[in-house]
């Protein structure tokens, strides 16, 4: 079955780095779009960042342009989430979805805090 299991989270200071993984299992990333979704406490869960197609350029959320970076390892069954240049307002739990093209077929992985802090 589908599987996708967050990593990489933690405590970061403003300005500093982390890269999230997903490792993904059970399914083909060319059938899927895959997406990064954050969730802050008190709002709702909103998109980061998409990429259609394996091959295609991803689509960030405004608030991250320019300072994260998503990418496909195919290979590896991977997506990675780069976040550089962080700010408090980027503290969140962090998923990681699969969604089949065509479908109403979505998956979720569990989450994976990050918080930026002095």
């Known amino acids: 079955q589908v599987q996708l299991v967050e990593s990489g989270g933690g405590l970061v200071q403003p300005g500093g780095s982390l890269r999230l993984s997903c490792a993904a299992s059970?399914?083909?990333?060319?059938?899927?779009?895959m997406s990064w979704y954050r969730q802050a406490p008190g709002k709702e869960r909103e998109l980061v960042a998409a990429?259609?197609?394996?091959?295609?350029?991803?689509n960030y959320a405004d608030s991250v342009q320019g300072r994260f970076t998503m990418s496909i390892d195919n290979a590896a069954n991977t997506v990675y989430l780069q976040m550089n240049s962080l700010k408090p307002e980027d503290t969140a739990v962090y998923y990681c979805?699969?969604?089949?093209?065509?479908?109403?077929?979505?998956?979720w992985g569990q989450g994976t805090q990050v918080t930026v802090s002095s």
């Open positions: 979805n699969a969604r089949r093209r065509a479908t109403s077929l979505n998956y």
């Open positions: 059970g399914f083909t990333f060319g059938n899927y779009i």
């Open positions: 990429i259609t197609r394996v091959t295609s350029v991803p």
